[in-house]
């Protein structure tokens, strides 16, 4: 069995890689993360993302123009990211704070942090006792007809 200080570090390290690649996500010049894409319902089609920003607008003819695939917003020199880095590590710490949203999208940070915060369950001896005491509590409240 590993010490809790690999643990500790594997979580650490694990940490540091998945929010570096959360970082690469909503950072990088992808359609979805200008603050110029629009993303509207189109009927039968599903999501189409639309560039609202005025001069692509107005150098198209005020017409509308797709950005729903990621090589014209690469290249577009009027992206602007709507994400930082102040508010991405933010949105990554409240994805570890909650259980749910962490074992959905980072299971096995999910898997340690709960290991790292389970300090009660250790030992096999720990959990021999604490299945006894729970044991034991279960048969005093069938004798003494405690139902509720």
Known sequence: MRTEEEVKAKFEDMRARRLAQHKEKYLS???RNCEH???C???DNGKLGFCQNEDVLKHHNGGPVVCDVDGPAA???FFNCRNNDETVEAD???ILRSPARCGEKFPKLAILIWYLQDDTRRTR???FVIAIGELG???AALVCFRWW
């Open 137 to 139: 509590r279960a048969l």
């Open 37 to 39: 894409n629009k993303i």
């Open 125 to 127: 001896k720990l959990r």
């Open 41 to 43: 319902r189109v009927k």
């Open 92 to 94: 990554f710490e409240a």
């Open 29 to 31: 010049k992808f359609h």
């Open 75 to 77: 290249t577009c020199p």
